[in-house]
């Protein structure tokens, strides 16, 4: 039995990656779809004919910098259990990340800036994207009564971490937020 080839969609492949590299670096609200098309080089006909409108593609946009994200920090965590070596895991991805050119800090925060709407789609993906991460800190945590209190105090110092890594280049953000994790993770949490 052969398994059937999927289908190469290059200029989809194209539309995501232009949309992904503006939409962060630009903004959502500053980009427009014309943009877009002419850095990815497509026709309007491949926008359209995956998406029904900027709002989906941006949808798809966050989709991929969720699982993107994700991947990166599953990887990095490896076979790791601890939950110090788990919180690392992430804190090592979000410094790999910020010391990239045009780092803006985390890409959900940045789309919910500009797009608060309670219901829609940034902070949908962005309530995603939180959740899942801070469930993996739970799990790490493992029967601890005070996990999730643990997995959320360690989730205001990754968030912080990127956010000061944005704001403040080069201030040592993620080595504070890994001595701070220490102490929480050491204390039981913060009380």
């Not at 002419?38 to 004919?49: F, M, P, Q, S």
């Not at 991460?133 to 990127?162: I, N």
């Amino acid at each position: 039995m052969t398994t059937p080839r999927r289908r190469r969609r290059p200029g989809l492949e194209r539309l995501m990656k232009a949309a992904d590299e503006l939409l962060y670096a630009e903004g959502i609200a500053r980009t427009g779809v014309q943009r877009i098309l002419e850095e990815a080089d497509v026709a309007r006909g491949t926008l359209y004919g995956n998406f029904a409108s900027k709002d989906e593609l941006v949808e798809a946009y966050l989709a991929q910098r969720h699982e993107g994200t994700l991947a990166a920090i599953v990887e990095q965590v490896g076979d790791a259990t601890a939950p110090q070596e788990v919180f690392e895991a992430f804190l090592a991805v979000g410094e790999r990340r910020s010391s990239a050119d045009g780092f803006r800090g985390c890409a959900f925060s940045l789309a919910v800036a500009e797009i608060p709407d309670e219901g829609g789609v940034a902070r949908r993906w962005a309530a995603t994207h939180k959740t899942t991460l801070k469930r993996m800190l739970v799990e790490s945590l493992g029967a601890r009564a005070d996990a999730d209190d643990v997995a959320e105090e360690l989730m205001v110092l990754y968030d912080g971490a990127l956010l000061s890594a944005a704001l403040r280049p080069g201030a040592g953000s993620f080595a504070a937020a890994r001595r701070a994790g220490r102490s929480v993770l050491a204390d039981g949490g913060v009380r």
